[in-house]
Structures are given as C-alpha cells and as structure tokens.
C-alpha cells in the first residue's frame, strides 16, 4: 500500500520510512504539513498518511481538518504522530479528523500494527463502494428492461407486468396521461377499404 509520511525531523522521517518499508509498503515522505496537504489532493494520493502533529507551515491536526472537509480526501486513512499523550491531546488529535495516533518515540510493532487497521478499513470502504456501484448498475439495468415493452409482431398487443397481451390503446391509456382518438392511415385504407380508397383517389385527381 502507498502511505504518505509527513515528519520535518529527518532522522524519524528516515526511521519511518524504513519501518514501513519492511512489509512491503511505498512510501512517499514529505518534510512540512503544506507539502503533506498538497500530496494528499494529488490524483494518486496515498490513502492512508502519518502526520507528525507539529510541523512547520501547516500542523497535522490542521492537515486532518482540511482533509475532512474537502470531499476529494475526506476518506483519507490519518494517523497522528504526537510526543503528546495526555488524554486532552488525543481527545482534540481525534476530534480534529484523525483516525489514530501513534506516540513518539514510536515504536515498531504498534505503528505497523495501526497500519494494518488503517489498511482493513480502507479495503473494507473499498469493498463497500464497489457492492454499490454494482447495485448503481443492477438498478439502472432493472429501470432499463422495466422500459421495454414486449409487443407482439402481428397483432401488436402488449404483454403487461401480469403477463396479459393487451391492446396498445389500452395499455397506453392506463399506464401514460394520454387519450387516444382512432383514424387509418394511407395504407390501412387501401388494404381494408379498397374501393374508397381507390374513389377517394379519383375524386382528388378530378379537382
């Protein structure tokens, strides 16, 4: 998985990286919170982010508030990393858009093992959005085959949600706000009536 770790200590930024890489992780790093909030809204983001909470520009209890309430990061993965460990800190750390913490100095089996929760809630929301785009899907299909009209080729009736072949005047008047008025077209009134047609026709060349 990407994670993005945004530490202006270069030593624990290094620390960091090389922990997270051991399980096989890509690791992008960054040294203030300006440049973390601009690796957070690139197109191929990470979605999950350690953020030190004091850093220079911008802290990382700001970069979770701007990442909650923008809707293109709003679902990012954010782990806190604070010397802070009074229960204050962490209650106003959560508050302000975290999903975690981890305290300094960090240590190994528990920033890896936040990282593997990090990592079941993403696949989690992942699998989640995928059910319903598949359902998006299946209802759009359903409203599609819903609009077609099963019409038979010679009498023209229609086959109704009952399985009942109706006439298309009838079905038409009790399923759309419509009233019909019968007439014949050209061609109904040659094959049907063909000597009114065919005087009908005289009658029009002689004027």
């Known amino acids: 998985m990407r994670i993005l770790v945004a530490e202006d200590d270069q030593s624990t930024r290094q620390a ?39 850093m220079p520009g ?18 990012k993965y954010l782990i806190l990393l604070t010397s802070r460990s009074g229960k204050e800190d962490i209650i106003e750390g959560l508050e302000s858009g ?9 240590d190994e089996g528990e920033l890896l093992a936040r990282v ?3 990592e079941r809630v993403i ?16 209802m759009a299909h359903i409203t599609f085959l819903q609009g077609i009209l099963p019409i038979c080729m010679f009498c023209h009736r229609i086959r109704d949600d009952e399985e009942s072949w109706r006439r298309i005047e009838d079905y038409l ?13 050209p061609q109904c009134f040659e094959t049907h009536y063909p000597d ?12």
């Open 16 to 54: 960091l990286t090389a922990v997270l890489k051991r399980p096989g992780h890509e690791i992008t790093s960054v040294e203030d919170g300006e440049e973390a909030w601009k690796a957070l809204q690139a197109p191929d983001a990470a979605k999950l982010a350690i953020l030190d909470w004091m």
């Open 58 to 75: 911008l802290t990382g209890v700001e970069v979770c508030q701007r990442a909650r309430g923008n809707p293109a990061t709003a679902s």
């Open 98 to 106: 975290a999903n975690d913490y981890v305290t300094k100095p960090f």
């Open 116 to 118: 593997r929760v990090g």
């Open 123 to 138: 696949d989690l929301e992942q699998q989640l959005r995928n059910r319903v785009s598949e359902l998006e899907e299946a």
């Open 173 to 185: 008047v009790e399923h759309a706000d419509v009233q019909l008025s019968h007439g014949l077209c």
């Open 196 to 207: 009114l047609y065919r005087k009908k026709i005289e009658d029009t060349a002689s004027n």
